[in-house]
């Protein structure tokens, strides 16, 4: 296949270029700031231009890039956060659907804050988006497609949930306190965290890209959700350390306002149910044998 990436550098993004490699596929991917080299493609999502040209004849297209969602939610922070997933999805998508030779599949990345804070209720592709700020820019950013859709493209938009990678997000920032042995559950730990390996969110894509009955809503989460409570035990275990320092949420809230009772406080009990019916084998199914992977 002839597949184009947006989002090539990020976590994601390189590792599934990798195991596309692997594959035989050949891979162009977008970039700005420079000429474009051998198989790059130039772009501007920002002053909403991109080289049409450049993009006949793929196969499909993956969209992975966006503003790094860390970080205080000023107002600044959160018009980025959202105007470079949604208008960049948007450009993509009206762009494809007036190729001549279209691709047959976009495959888009969104996130599991479309689903906001649910608690233990277990929800899945069919579930409703939640409230707030999060859940209101996945699903302006999903909707983006819609130009896409409606030239006939098969579109997926994989909601993304906790990536486990020692490379980057989560477990990266994590590993310091609890290698240290000051870990510990953050706020009263309740709150469920929905994660996938790498080597299987990487997959996900993957396996996005080549089913052809796939399309909407995917939920890239391992089939095992935890507490965030669960989730300290496992990973003080794996590392042989204590989790006896618990972070208050008031804290939390002290040192990261918005950003932390979003991200940190809150979670979702969010199923790969589609994966799973459409065939997808995950590699590491318990959080354990995804953190001694991880980790080993």
């Known amino acids: 296949m002839r597949i184009a990436i947006t989002g090539a550098s990020g976590l994601i993004g390189k590792g599934l270029i990798q195991r596309l490699h692997g594959e035989g596929h050949e891979v162009a991917t977008l970039i700005r700031?420079?000429?474009p080299g051998p198989n790059e493609i130039r772009w501007d999502p920002t002053a909403g231009e991109i080289d049409s040209r450049g993009l006949e004849g793929f196969d499909a297209m993956v969209h992975l890039s966006g503003e790094n969602i860390s970080g205080r939610f000023t107002a600044a922070h959160k018009k980025a956060i959202r105007e470079s997933r949604v208008a960049s999805t948007a450009l993509i998508s009206r762009t494809l659907a007036k190729l001549a030779r279209k691709p047959k599949a976009l495959i888009c990345a969104s996130a599991i804050g479309f689903y906001g804070d649910r608690g233990d209720e277990s929800l899945d592709e069919t579930s409703a988006a939640g409230t707030g700020f999060l859940p209101e820019v996945c699903v302006a950013w999903e909707a983006a497609a819609d130009p896409?859709?409606?030239?006939?493209?098969?579109?997926?938009?994989?909601r993304v949930?906790?990536?486990?990678?020692?490379?980057?997000?989560?477990?990266?920032?994590?590993l310091t306190p609890f290698k240290l042995g000051v870990g510990g559950r953050l706020g009263n730990g309740k709150q469920f965290m929905s994660w996938i390996d790498y080597d299987d969110i990487v997959g996900a894509f993957q396996h996005c890209l080549v089913t052809e009955e796939l399309?909407?809503?995917?939920?890239?989460?391992?089939?095992?959700?935890?507490?965030?409570?669960?989730?300290?035990?496992?990973?003080g275990r794996v590392l042989h350390r204590p989790t006896l320092f618990p972070l208050p949420a008031s804290v939390i809230r002290t040192l990261f306002g918005e950003m932390g009772q979003v991200l940190l406080l809150e979670g979702a009990r969010v199923a790969p149910t589609a994966l799973e019916k459409s065939g997808y084998r995950f590699r590491f199914s318990t959080l354990e044998d995804s953190l001694r992977h991880q980790l080993s």
């Open 215 to 235: 399309s909407g809503p995917v939920n890239g989460t391992g089939p095992a959700p935890v507490s965030n409570a669960e989730f300290t035990k496992v990973l």
């Open 148 to 158: 896409a859709r409606e030239a006939g493209i098969r579109v997926c938009h994989v």
């Open 161 to 174: 949930g906790v990536v486990l990678s020692t490379k980057g997000g989560a477990l990266k920032e994590l």
């Open 33 to 35: 700031g420079r000429s």
